[in-house]
């Protein structure tokens, strides 16, 4: 059974720095690319960062750049993704979601994508409130 474990979230003042991991375990990743995306009440999920298989490409919201850097490291049995999110803001308040692509997509090892459609699955939400 495919899991994707987030942890870390929390609640934290304007400025300060949380780092949110999420392990994936249930099948071989080998391919799948990972990604952040977040969820403000009564708004739409948005993407937020995201990693290739191999590690070599990232892309990050505008609204993050600079603040936030996700990285992952392919284990043998659980692959384990991370964002590190600094100088946070009061918008940054969202439930967080770690994903990864089915590597049988046949997604090229070197692509990231900003799409929720491209992702197949999810872990259960880490919530993330920022106060100013």
């Known amino acids: 059974q495919v899991q994707l474990v987030e942890s870390g979230g929390g609640s934290v003042q304007a400025g300060d720095s949380l780092r949110l991991s999420c392990a994936a375990s249930?099948?071989?990743?080998?391919?799948?690319?990972m990604g952040w995306f977040r969820q403000a009440p009564g708004k739409e999920r948005e993407f937020v960062a995201g990693i290739s298989y191999s590690g070599g490409n990232t892309r990050y919201a505008d609204s993050v750049k600079g603040r936030f850097t996700i990285s992952r490291d392919n284990a043998k049995n659980t692959l384990y993704l991370i964002l590190q999110m600094n100088s946070l803001k009061p918008e940054d308040t969202a439930v967080y979601y770690c994903?990864?692509?089915?590597?049988?997509?046949?997604?090229?090892?070197?692509?990231?994508?900003?799409?929720?459609?491209?992702?197949?699955?999810w872990g259960q939400g880490t919530q993330v409130t920022v106060s100013s």
């Open positions: 249930g099948r071989t990743f080998t391919g799948s690319a």
């Open positions: 994903t990864a692509s089915d590597p049988d997509r046949g997604m090229s090892w070197n692509r990231v994508s900003i799409e929720v459609d491209e992702y197949d699955y």
